[in-house]
């Protein structure tokens, strides 16, 4: 029974009169609108503007818009900061916030509208676990910054950091590189993990094809978010709920887009997650199965080529990948998508500009491998991701050299103190241990820029940036905190990585291994409060998604 009809519920109508609402409107079907928008960040900085047209878009279709708000964090300025451990915690609290409200307003249908990293796997956990028909809105991609005769993004930010230490840049031209990186709304401006994910929403049927792609600061967008508004109102009228849409072979999927278009890191951490939330198997190896199947086949920074997420949609968007894909028989078809159309709906009304150079195909990919590999190990007995980013296997031996948190490993890295052949650890910077699993741009970004990011690894149980490259290796569990065996490593160590045989190990013999555990105890550190608190308390293995549920 509606609110409007409802004898008991006149106190609820009082309050709608109040907003202005008639008793027709009361009658219709609630949809509710959440935005990310934050005010601190361009990532989410048009989500306003979009919520407004997602409304009307829903009252055109007879449907009752309303709209609420949650929090985001910006990876990128929160990195290097003591902020950066809010960051992951942001996508539970995120999910948790949109649950809770649309199990208070018993909405009929829901829209997120999501940007920044970790607002888009936030966004699907709290659908699934809502189960309502739903849509994800994705906002779309920066424009890329212009300088000096070339496209950059954010990724060229933190690697001219580096070059600055080793007097490749001056600091003027950091300083006018900064102003012209980033030249407005949107989130960051390529294969990062924003992107990453908001293809995934896609692959997973939530997210329209389409719309996805549309840059932030696009006239197009709007209409496409009013649009959404009338898919959501369609999705209603069909059942379409985040239970019968992600499935198993939404899930595969979404790891295969992950795989072909190289990319991030966090991609598995929260794949993971809404497996767990939508109630499917994964385990962390399928992905790397995945990926060591799939090449990659967009030419998109940082790990497929040059190409920018602009380029893409000039080239044909996530449609025509989708187009690629099945012709290499990839994915897997018996999928529901939430605007009513098959993937060979989608694929046949892609729209190929001629002669593109972003998207190729299974037989002419950018790069061979996919852009991720999974490998356990004695460092690593639950597992850990390696980004390998289209490189050919490969072997790296070194010594350790050991840092309990990202900050000492920056300054080691700005004194000098580490050379080609090394293996950086970095731990104590895990879910329970950072807390919050913090992102190591302002270490791989200087790496990088100092030409040490092939001769160099770093292993680490935090996690990476999509911005990242080089030989990186994150999500090391059982993480530090809990005595895995990364917070036995000594310097000098021998670390022995070998992507093709799978394999993180730590050359040390068993024995001395006992004596360090036996001896092992957890460093102090200061007393959490708050969130952090019950954090550290609740959150589970990154091999699990590190979820708190
Ligand atoms: Fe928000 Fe990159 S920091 S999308």
Same mark, same amino acid.
């Given at each position: 029974?509606?609110?409007?009809? $409802?004898?008991?519920?006149?106190?609820?109508?009082?309050?709608?009169?109040?907003?202005?609402?008639?008793?027709?409107?009361?009658?219709?079907?609630?949809?509710?609108?959440?935005?990310?928008?934050?005010?601190?960040?361009?990532?989410?900085?048009?989500?306003?503007?979009?919520?407004?047209?997602?409304?009307?878009?829903?009252?055109?279709?007879?449907?009752?818009?309303?709209?609420?708000?949650?929090?985001?964090?910006?990876?990128?300025?929160?990195?290097?900061?003591?902020?950066?451990?809010?960051?992951?915690?942001?996508?539970?609290?995120?999910?948790?916030?949109?649950?809770?409200?649309?199990?208070?307003?018993?909405?009929?249908?829901?829209?997120?509208?999501?940007?920044?990293?970790?607002?888009?796997?936030?966004?699907?956990?709290?659908?699934?676990?809502?189960?309502?028909?739903?849509?994800?809105?994705?906002?779309?991609?920066?424009?890329?910054?212009?300088?000096?005769?070339?496209?950059?993004? &954010?990724?060229?930010?933190?690697?001219?950091?580096?070059?600055?230490?080793?007097?490749?840049?001056?600091?003027? $031209?950091? $300083?006018?590189?900064?102003?012209?990186?980033?030249?407005?709304?949107?989130?960051?401006?390529?294969?990062?993990?924003?992107?990453?994910?908001?293809?995934?929403?896609?692959?997973?049927?939530?997210?329209?094809?389409?719309?996805?792609?549309?840059?932030?600061?696009?006239? !197009?967008?709007? +209409?496409?978010?009013?649009?959404?508004?009338?898919? +959501?109102?369609? *999705?209603?009228?069909?059942?379409?709920?985040?239970?019968?849409?992600?499935?198993?072979?939404?899930?595969?999927?979404?790891?295969?887009?992950?795989?072909?278009?190289?990319?991030?890191?966090?991609?598995?951490?929260?794949?993971?997650?809404?497996?767990?939330?939508?109630?499917?198997?994964? !385990?962390?190896?399928?992905?790397?199965?995945?990926?060591?199947?799939?090449?990659?086949?967009?030419?998109?920074?940082?790990?497929?080529?040059?190409?920018?997420?602009?380029?893409?949609?000039?080239?044909?968007?996530?449609?025509?990948?989708?187009?690629?894909?099945?012709?290499?028989?990839?994915?897997?078809?018996?999928?529901?998508?939430?605007?009513?159309?098959?993937?060979?709906?989608?694929?046949?009304? +892609?729209?190929?500009?001629?002669?593109?150079?972003?998207?190729?195909?299974?037989?002419?990919?950018?790069?061979?491998?996919?852009?991720?590999?999974?490998?356990?190990?004695?460092?690593?007995?639950?597992?850990?991701?390696?980004?390998?980013?289209?490189?050919? $296997?490969?072997?790296?031996?070194?010594? *350790?050299?050991?840092?309990?948190?990202?900050?000492?490993?920056?300054?080691?890295?700005?004194?000098?103190?580490?050379? +080609?052949?090394?293996? &950086?650890?970095?731990?104590?910077?895990?879910?329970?241990?950072?807390?919050?699993?913090?992102?190591?741009?302002?270490?791989?970004?200087?790496?990088?820029?100092?030409?040490?990011?092939?001769?160099?690894?770093?292993?680490?149980?935090?996690?990476?940036?999509?911005?990242?490259?080089?030989?990186?290796?994150?999500?090391?569990?059982? !993480?530090?905190?809990?005595?895995?065996?990364?917070?036995?490593?000594?310097?000098?160590?021998?670390?022995? &990585?070998?992507?093709?045989?799978?394999?993180?190990?730590?050359?040390?013999?068993?024995?001395?291994?006992?004596? %360090?555990?036996?001896?092992?105890?957890?460093?102090? %550190?200061?007393?959490?409060?708050?969130?952090?608190?019950?954090?550290?308390?609740?959150?589970?293995?990154?091999?699990?998604?590190?979820?708190?549920?």
């Amino acid at each position: 029974m509606s609110i409007a009809d $409802d004898p008991d519920r006149a106190p609820a109508r009082s309050h709608l009169y109040a907003m202005g609402m008639s008793e027709e409107e009361m009658r219709r079907p609630v949809v509710g609108i959440a935005s990310t928008w934050t005010g601190t960040m361009p990532c989410n900085l048009t989500h306003r503007e979009l919520a407004a047209e997602v409304a009307a878009g829903v009252r055109a279709a007879g449907g009752l818009p309303m709209e609420f708000n949650t929090i985001a964090v910006s990876d990128n300025l929160t990195m290097h900061t003591p902020g950066m451990r809010a960051s992951l915690i942001s996508r539970e609290v995120i999910a948790d916030s949109i649950e809770l409200m649309g199990r208070a307003h018993q909405f009929d249908a829901l829209v997120a509208i999501v940007g920044c990293d970790k607002t888009v796997p936030a966004a699907i956990m709290a659908l699934a676990r809502l189960d309502v028909p739903s849509v994800v809105l994705y906002s779309g991609s920066m424009m890329p910054g212009r300088w000096r005769g070339r496209d950059v993004t &954010i990724q060229d930010m933190w690697e001219a950091l580096g070059e600055r230490e080793v007097g490749r840049m001056d600091q003027a $031209d950091l $300083d006018d590189l900064a102003r012209h990186a980033c030249p407005g709304a949107g989130t960051c401006a390529a294969q990062y993990t924003a992107n990453t994910m908001g293809t995934v929403a896609e692959f997973l049927g939530l997210a329209p094809f389409g719309i996805g792609d549309i840059p932030a600061v696009a006239g !197009e967008k709007n +209409a496409a978010a009013r649009r959404v508004g009338e898919i +959501a109102m369609r *999705a209603l009228a069909a059942d379409a709920r985040p239970s019968r849409v992600l499935t198993e072979d939404a899930l595969h999927n979404a790891i295969v887009s992950v795989a072909a278009m190289g990319g991030s890191t966090n991609a598995v951490l929260h794949l993971l997650a809404i497996a767990r939330e939508a109630g499917l198997p994964l !385990e962390i190896d399928r992905i790397g199965e995945v990926c060591r199947e799939v090449p990659i086949i967009t030419g998109l920074k940082p790990s497929g080529g040059d190409a920018t997420a602009l380029d893409l949609w000039k080239a044909g968007g996530t449609s025509l990948v989708v187009r690629r894909l099945l012709e290499a028989g990839l994915l897997r078809e018996s999928v529901t998508l939430v605007d009513g159309r098959s993937l060979a709906d989608v694929a046949a009304q +892609a729209q190929e500009t001629p002669g593109q150079k972003v998207v190729g195909s299974a037989d002419e990919p950018f790069k061979r491998r996919g852009a991720l590999a999974i490998l356990r190990g004695s460092l690593a007995p639950d597992g850990c991701v390696l980004k390998l980013g289209g490189k050919d $296997d490969f072997r790296h031996e070194g010594p *350790a050299k050991v840092f309990d948190s990202e900050a000492d490993c920056y300054v080691a890295i700005q004194e000098g103190r580490i050379v +080609a052949g090394d293996v &950086i650890v970095v731990r104590y910077e895990g879910p329970a241990g950072g807390p919050g699993m913090r992102e190591m741009l302002s270490i791989t970004g200087p790496l990088v820029g100092r030409g040490l990011g092939t001769s160099v690894a770093l292993v680490t149980d935090g996690r990476f940036s999509g911005v990242s490259h080089g030989l990186v290796i994150g999500h090391v569990a059982p !993480e530090a905190y809990h005595g895995g065996p990364i917070a036995l490593v000594r310097d000098g160590d021998t670390v022995v &990585i070998d992507s093709a045989a799978g394999t993180l190990d730590l050359l040390v013999p068993e024995a001395e291994l006992a004596e %360090r555990r036996a001896a092992w105890v957890r460093p102090e %550190r200061e007393v959490e409060r708050g969130v952090l608190t019950k954090y550290v308390a609740t959150v589970g293995s990154a091999s699990d998604g590190a979820v708190t549920a």
